[in-house]
């Protein structure tokens, strides 16, 4: 397996892109961080609370800081995005400067909602389905940019994204 490669897996919120990174790190023994995550320990409050009092222009400015210091960590190998930080354009280009192969984790909307609305993590633009399917839609052409694309259905696990991932991309 070729673990010098180094990816960035994104897609739209629910799609399971911080599951997959957990299982394709174990099965890859690569360190990984959860971009999320990185920014609520470094920003030492939820991302709900940062979009809800701050706005989302502030938000992506923190996130594009925080996916920096990200990139900069070595021995990294695993990086799953927000789903927001792709849509982004500094973000793509950081990403690829970087040399990361990104990912895009793709399913239908329904899926994504299904899990959305059922997870406990608060997501501020997804508070509503009507809202949540428009931001869908107008990020497809972007997410698209990736350079793979693996289809996650409902009958698949992300343990056997992760392995597909696995076995396609780091053979
Ligand atoms: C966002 C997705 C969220 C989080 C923030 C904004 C987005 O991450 O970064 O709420 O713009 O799609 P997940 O995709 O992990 O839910």
Redesign the pocket.
Known sequence: MDCEKRIALTG???VG??SVARHLAFLLRCDRIDL?ALIEANEHRK?ADI?DSDGEAVYRRIETENLKRALNKTGVRILSL???TWTIAENRELIRKRGMTSVWLESSFTHCWNNIRFSK?E???ARNKRSAQKLFDSRQELYCLADWHFIVKSDRTSFDIARQIAEEVFS
Do not use: N, Q, T, V
């Open positions: 739209f919120m629910g892109k911080s999320d991302i979009i927000g789903g927001g993590k997501r501020p633009l």
